[in-house]
């Protein structure tokens, strides 16, 4: 079965600095990543995904993610931190060609940036 | 662009009563996909359908069914509620194969 830890469950950044989000994957196929953004009281917002086309993927809002297959990570990043770009981050695991193709979710980190 | 819509946003119900709550997909999208969010949980998947039959279980009580309709709409049957239950319900949608990218805002459902 796949999964994903996040490490860290809060995240702290000053306004302008680097946001660096860490997601670890365990599958045993070569799997599909996700980062969802989700803002309090809504829905689960798509930032970008791997698909095993390029390893480093751009997504909306200037955040990228570079996948590793010999760290087994996924790690999101944007280079300036803007204030809304506070919320909660979920890295997720699909594995390709399974029944179903169902999300596997992280725990989630929340962002918080400082002015 | 049309998105996926979750109906009702906001439920209130009492120990022991029954919701239905409703989703309709992206048009021409032939799957579904349920998730449950626990207050402060990351999202857990409960079900999901293609072209209305049952394609995947996840950890979906037995007090909950679900079914996708011909118009491709789902519905989320759920029973003999408990405080437990009260959480952000998810429904999202794709194309046969393909994970889901495109989430409805949810329905909060309260158990009191």
């Known amino acids: 079965a796949q999964s994903v830890t996040q490490l860290g469950s809060h995240v702290s950044v000053s306004e302008g600095a680097l946001v660096l989000l860490r997601c670890n994957y365990s599958?045993?196929?070569?799997?599909?990543l996700f980062w969802y953004v989700q803002y309090p009281n809504q829905g689960l917002q798509l930032l970008l995904k791997?698909?095993?086309?390029?390893?480093l993927v751009k997504g909306i809002n200037g955040f990228e993610a570079e996948f590793k297959k010999s760290e087994t990570s996924f790690h999101l990043t944007k280079p300036s931190a803007h204030m809304s770009d506070a919320a909660e981050y979920f890295c997720?695991?699909?594995?390709?060609?399974?029944?179903?193709?169902?999300?596997?979710f992280g725990e989630g980190t929340q962002l918080t940036v400082n002015p | 662009a049309a998105g996926v819509i979750q109906s009702p946003r906001h439920l209130i119900k009492e120990k022991r009563e029954t919701a239905t709550l409703k989703c309709y997909p992206i048009?021409?999208?032939?799957?579904v996909y349920w998730y449950q969010q626990g207050p402060g949980q990351d999202p857990q998947f409960l079900i999901s359908?293609?072209?209305?039959?049952?394609?995947d279980k996840g950890s979906i009580p037995d007090r909950f069914s679900a079914q996708q309709f011909s118009d491709y709409h789902s519905e989320l049957n759920m029973s003999s509620l408990e405080l437990g239950d009260s959480a952000l319900y998810f429904c999202?949608?794709?194309?046969?194969?393909?994970?889901?990218?495109?989430f409805g805002n949810g329905t909060r459902l309260t158990v009191t």
């Open positions: 999202a949608s794709s194309l046969a194969g393909v994970p889901p990218l495109h």
């Open positions: 599958s045993s196929v070569p799997p599909y």
């Open positions: 791997y698909t095993s086309a390029a390893t």
């Open positions: 997720a695991v699909s594995v390709p060609g399974t029944s179903g193709s169902r999300l596997t």
């Open positions: 048009p021409r999208h032939d799957t």
């Open positions: 359908f293609y072209e209305k039959m049952q394609s």
